[in-house]
């Protein structure tokens, strides 16, 4: 009598397999929490790379509320929040190196990183800039570059380091993209300087655009400000059509949305940026992401652009 081969036996997700699987959810909800406009575009991106970016994301999150928010709202004072970002530097490189720990958005940013090859030269320049939060003296120009470099633009790049990881391209066009990422992120960055002016300069003390006092920003100042922003998001749309699939229409629509801060940053009187946040409408932001979809789906041209 013949015997009916066996089934095969069930997988069982190793002990690790779960602890990570658990990260990822964890980082996901920790970003999701804090981020409406970030929430629609990351729907956008394909499944696959989509806990990758919201890892990165997270890790950026816990940061910033070391530096902005909830440390300070618990009680804890300067020298008490560089400790913490100082710890989690720390656990972010052991991580990185062991592939583990025991803080569940480390760990979920670790996995991603040594999964896409994000390495301590982004990730150390992001906490200098972090740690430069817990400073609040007005920065020269130099110095302003050096911390929209560490707190946007390697954040960009390591969002890159996602998009293609399993998207192999020539080393002239990761230049390209990685000049693009830089960019868009100084935009984002700079935009939230102007949208969070409030509370940046009347809660915090921070005042990040050298020669401009907070308070008595002008309307030719506000502008020019609006102008250098143009100048950033135009240079990033220009090679927006080279990315990947994986990643286009998120990032079409991260473009679009503050694309739409600044127009009505723009329009906004540069008094009213010290008492309230400028933001888009949620009609708005449906209406940009449905856009992004049309447009990434539109076909590209020869010279990888689009018509």
Request: contains cysteine; negative net charge.
């Amino acid at each position: 009598m013949t015997r009916a081969p066996e089934a095969p036996a069930a997988t069982v997700p190793t002990d690790l397999a779960t602890y990570t699987e658990a990260a990822h959810a964890g980082a996901a909800t920790i970003i999701h929490a804090y981020s409406t406009s970030f929430g629609m575009a990351t729907r956008l991106l394909a499944a696959q790379i989509r806990p990758r970016v919201e890892d990165v994301y997270a890790l950026v999150r816990v940061a910033d509320e070391i530096v902005d928010g909830a440390a300070a709202e618990a009680g804890l004072d300067l020298d008490d929040q560089r400790a913490l970002l100082d710890a989690l530097e720390d656990d972010t490189e052991r991580a990185m190196r062991t592939g583990y720990s025991a803080n569940v958005v480390v760990h979920a940013f670790a996995v991603t990183a040594r999964a896409t090859g994000i390495g301590v030269e982004l990730t150390r320049p992001f906490f200098s800039s972090m740690r430069r939060d817990l400073s609040p003296v007005d920065f020269t120009a130099e110095e302003l570059r050096e911390y929209i470099y560490g707190s946007a633009e390697v954040v960009g790049l390591m969002c890159l380091k996602v998009f293609l990881s399993d998207h192999p391209v020539t080393d002239a066009t990761r230049r390209r993209l990685e000049a693009g990422a830089r960019r868009l992120g100084s935009a984002f960055q700079k935009i939230n300087f102007l949208r969070d002016l409030a509370v940046d300069w009347t809660e915090l003390g921070r005042s990040y655009f050298p020669g401009i006092d907070p308070a008595r920003l002008t309307e030719r100042q506000k502008l020019a400000l609006v102008v250098d922003i143009d100048c950033d998001l135009g240079a990033a749309a220009d090679v927006i059509p080279e990315l990947p699939d994986n990643c286009r229409r998120a990032i079409i629509a991260a473009h679009g949305l503050f694309s739409e801060l600044s127009d009505r940053i723009r329009m906004t009187p540069a008094s009213e940026l010290l008492t309230r946040r400028i933001s888009v409408p949620a009609r708005v932001k449906v209406a940009i992401l449905a856009r992004a979809t049309v447009s990434a789906a539109l076909p590209r041209s020869a010279s990888g652009s689009r018509p």
